[in-house]
């Protein structure tokens, strides 16, 4: 079984507007999210298989609720994009350091100079 650390590092498109979802408003049913999706394209099976899979992935938790699962989060988005990053860093750190850090403080400054001050904010900390 594929877990959050092998498989979960980038959430699919489906798989990332479920997450949306449920970050803004759960716990939700199969048939909830299915219709917070708001398109009749998308079968209900796929929603259900969707929510299985970030189960499966530790992303979500559930709880039956009569014949149906009740999905919640199992982490934050924060919590979430910060096991991202150390999932996406930890094979680099143990490498070239320098290089990591660097490219990290150059991404920040290419995004705004508000990002670079609370970089250094967070650092200082």
């Known amino acids: 079984m594929r877990t959050f650390d092998d498989a979960a590092r980038v959430l699919g498109e489906l798989e990332q507007r479920v997450m949306d979802i449920m970050w803004s408003d759960a716990p939700q049913a199969v048939r909830d999210v299915h219709v ?10 796929t ?29 934050t988005r924060e919590q979430y994009q910060h096991r991202v990053v150390e999932a996406a860093l930890a094979p680099m750190w143990a490498g070239d350091r320098d290089s ?9 400054a290419r995004t705004d100079s508000a990002t670079l001050d609370q970089l250094s904010a967070l650092i200082a900390k």
């Open 47 to 75: 929603v259900m298989t969707t929510l299985d899979r970030l189960f499966k992935k530790k992303l979500l938790l559930r709880d039956k609720v009569g014949n149906a699962f009740v999905y919640r989060p199992a982490m």
């Open 100 to 108: 990591v850090l660097a490219a990290f403080v150059d991404f920040a």
């Open 36 to 45: 917070r999706l708001g398109t009749s394209q998308l079968a209900y099976t």
